[in-house]
């Protein structure tokens, strides 16, 4: 289920929990609970619904500007039903926490075994240290360009990549990947010595929101976090080539959840 990027900071703030969708059948059930970028999102009810019997305050809780424009947007696939989402934020992404929990011998052991199971499993061999390596040693390298470094499509190499994430071992970044705290120490324990990597950003990472070509150009201008947009304006960063509006609305939006704005014009 597809949630826009304003609309999963709506329901994080608690001013949206609802959605409306048309669907041959319903994609979702009471209890799904969905990862995204302001962490889990929870499916609290799922009814189908005549569009006729919606009302101004549906419309209002689904953050649309008018019940005219909730039906004007529930007319596409009229031939399918439409359904009654209710949403609610579930707190943070488990994941992130894990991410920076360091583990000890006895889980380093566990992670590793669940690393050769993972390989075992593996239709084209082990993949899982090289993909880590690959990782560690090229961070923010495009997947598509990584995955052609070890001769994977790109699509699979993803999908690898996303097992590895599901442990605690990589994050996703707006371009690329980098090794967590986590997925560092059981690279480093399979090493003679620990591997020497440049110094961790201090800050919020740039939202994946925000596109590949708006990310790139940030960069270029070495702002690589949200406290570092914190210090320029709006139209600056519109200015940037690459960066549209809608990643400079998105980064404000990203901004506002962790009570950061742009700089005064």
């Not at 593996?122 to 070890?150: F, K, M, Q």
């Given at each position: 289920?597809?949630i826009?990027?304003?609309?999963?900071?709506?329901?994080k703030?608690?001013?949206?929990?609802?959605?409306?969708?048309?669907?041959?059948?319903?994609r979702?059930?009471?209890?799904?609970?969905?990862?995204?970028?302001?962490?889990?999102?929870?499916?609290?009810s799922v009814?189908?619904?005549?569009?006729?019997?919606?009302?101004?305050?549906?419309?209002?809780?689904?953050g649309?500007?008018?019940?005219?424009?909730?039906?004007?947007?529930?007319a596409?696939?009229?031939?399918?039903?439409?359904?009654?989402?209710?949403l609610?934020?579930?707190?943070p992404?488990?994941?992130?926490?894990?991410?920076?929990?360091?583990?000890?011998?006895?889980?380093?052991?566990?992670i590793?075994?669940?690393l050769?199971r993972?390989?075992?499993?593996?239709?084209?061999?082990?993949?899982?240290?090289?993909t880590?390596?690959?990782?560690?040693?090229?961070?923010?390298?495009?997947?598509?360009?990584?995955?052609a470094?070890?001769?994977?499509?790109?699509?699979d190499?993803?999908?690898?990549?996303?097992?590895?994430?599901?442990?605690?071992?990589?994050?996703?970044?707006?371009?690329?990947?980098?090794?967590?705290?986590?997925?560092?120490?059981?690279?480093?324990?399979?090493?003679?010595?620990?591997?020497?990597?440049a110094a961790?950003?201090?800050?919020?990472?740039?939202?994946?929101?925000?596109?590949?070509?708006?990310?790139?150009a940030?960069?270029?201008?070495?702002?690589?976090?949200?406290?570092?947009?914190?210090?320029?304006?709006?139209?600056?960063?519109?200015?940037?080539?690459?960066?549209?509006?809608?990643?400079?609305?998105?980064?404000?939006?990203?901004?506002?959840?962790?009570?950061?704005?742009?700089?005064?014009?």
């Amino acid at each position: 289920m597809m949630i826009r990027p304003a609309e999963l900071a709506a329901i994080k703030a608690g001013t949206i929990d609802l959605a409306f969708r048309r669907w041959a059948r319903p994609r979702v059930v009471v209890g799904t609970r969905m990862r995204t970028g302001v962490g889990l999102i929870e499916v609290t009810s799922v009814e189908q619904v005549s569009v006729a019997s919606l009302r101004a305050d549906d419309a209002r809780r689904a953050g649309a500007p008018s019940l005219a424009a909730l039906k004007q947007a529930l007319a596409a696939r009229s031939s399918d039903p439409a359904w009654r989402i209710g949403l609610a934020y579930a707190g943070p992404d488990p994941r992130e926490a894990l991410r920076s929990a360091i583990p000890d011998a006895d889980e380093i052991a566990a992670i590793n075994a669940r690393l050769d199971r993972l390989d075992a499993a593996s239709v084209h061999g082990p993949w899982t240290r090289e993909t880590l390596d690959l990782i560690d040693l090229n961070p923010t390298v495009r997947a598509p360009d990584l995955a052609a470094r070890v001769g994977r499509e790109t699509a699979d190499f993803k999908k690898d990549v996303r097992k590895l994430k599901e442990l605690g071992l990589t994050e996703s970044l707006a371009i690329g990947y980098l090794l967590s705290p986590r997925g560092e120490a059981v690279v480093d324990a399979g090493l003679p010595t620990p591997r020497e990597r440049a110094a961790r950003e201090d800050g919020t990472p740039l939202p994946r929101s925000i596109g590949a070509p708006a990310t790139r150009a940030l960069r270029a201008a070495g702002v690589t976090t949200l406290e570092q947009v914190a210090t320029h304006t709006a139209a600056e960063l519109g200015a940037m080539h690459g960066v549209g509006p809608i990643a400079v609305t998105r980064l404000g939006e990203a901004m506002a959840e962790r009570g950061l704005a742009y700089r005064a014009e």
